[in-house]
Nanobody
Framework: QVQLVESGGGLVQAGGSLRLSCSVS?????????VGWFRQTPGKEREFVAV??????FYVDSVKGRFTVSKDGAKNTVYLQMNSLNLEDTAVYYC????????????????????WGQGTQVTVSS
């Protein structure tokens, strides 16, 4: 059983930064899981943002160069550092976990993840 708790959301002006945290509680090491970040706005499907799978990192094109996913193994926590935020980044952000997959292309799918956090709101203002 894996439990995920996000934190770090809030209100920020365009061009600013936020760091989201995803605390992973599991009986086994968080290194055995891929932790993905997704976001969702009202009326839209949940969108893949980034994933950290062992030491591999993948990002959706719209956040490349602005967002960075990292981990602190000692704390079993995965972070999403978000810089140069713009209005389109406003959403509820979720972290999710799945055992490492042989096909990295599947990390973009919400159906690939077994465990989800409760979400944290990120609002970017002009």
């Amino acid at each position: 059983q894996v439990q995920l708790v996000e934190s770090g959301g809030g209100l920020v002006q365009a061009g600013g930064s936020l760091r989201l945290s995803c605390s992973v509680s599991a009986r086994t090491s968080a290194y055995e899981y891929a932790v993905g970040w997704f976001r969702q706005t009202p009326g839209k499907e949940r969108e893949f943002v980034a994933v950290l799978a062992w030491n591999d990192r993948f990002y959706v094109d719209s956040v490349k160069g602005r967002f960075t996913v990292s981990k602190d193994g000692a704390k079993n926590t995965v972070y999403l550092q978000m810089n140069s935020l713009n209005l389109e980044d406003t959403a509820v952000y979720y972290c999710a976990a799945t055992p490492l997959l042989s096909d990295s292309g599947k990390y973009v799918r919400t159906s690939s993840y077994d465990y989800w956090g409760q979400g944290t709101q990120v609002t970017v203002s002009s």
